[in-house]
């Protein structure tokens, strides 16, 4: 479940500004009338829905920011480290630029949305979750690291991690850690 919430989470831009791009602005000089007000919603739904998912996202979030203050696990030795920073870029680039340039009606709405969700269990099932651009802006830094007793390790850390540094950690999956100083 933690790595759907953290694919949520890496979508949140998306959903953000597609509530902003498919907001279709009504004068608020209407009057507050039942008729009105469900027009607002039928023509902003699209909108409206991508603002409740980026509010999922916030929650989710905030949800992920209270399970990392939890304990830890013993510390690991970093023997090997290599900044993976640059895979936030990646995920960007290639999944939520061009979703903007959709158009979100009709049969494009629904292959769209599809895609969303077969992308995310690709992102699942082969652990890239932690290519997650929403983490970076949060200041979120990606590492492959080898410890002492194991190779190939991604690490996801707030902090600057070099080499020697003995780390706490939290396991997101069988290969991806949340770590603190």
Request: aromatic share 16%; hydrophobic share 50%.
């Amino acid at each position: 479940m933690k790595k759907i919430q953290l694919y949520i989470i890496s979508l949140w831009l998306l959903f953000f500004l597609v509530a902003v791009k498919e907001f279709i602005f009504i004068s608020w000089t209407f009057s507050f009338t039942c008729e009105n007000i469900m027009n607002f919603l039928s023509v902003n739904l699209i909108s409206l829905v991508s603002f409740c998912l980026s509010l999922l996202g916030l929650f989710y979030y905030a949800r992920f920011n209270y399970f990392l203050k939890g304990s830890t696990k013993l510390p690991k030795k970093i023997i090997k480290i290599e900044d993976q920073s640059y895979e936030h870029l990646t995920f960007l680039t290639t999944y939520i630029i061009p979703f903007l340039r959709v158009k979100l009606e009709g049969k494009d709405l629904v292959v769209t949305i599809l895609l969303l969700i077969i992308i995310g269990a690709i992102f699942v099932k082969t652990n890239l979750f932690y290519k997650n651009p929403t983490l970076a802006l949060l200041g979120y830094k990606l590492y492959k690291v080898d410890t002492e007793k194991n190779t190939g390790l991604i690490f996801i850390s707030k902090q600057n991690l070099k080499l020697g540094d003995d780390v706490h950690h939290i396991p997101l999956s069988d290969n991806v850690y949340f770590v603190k100083l």
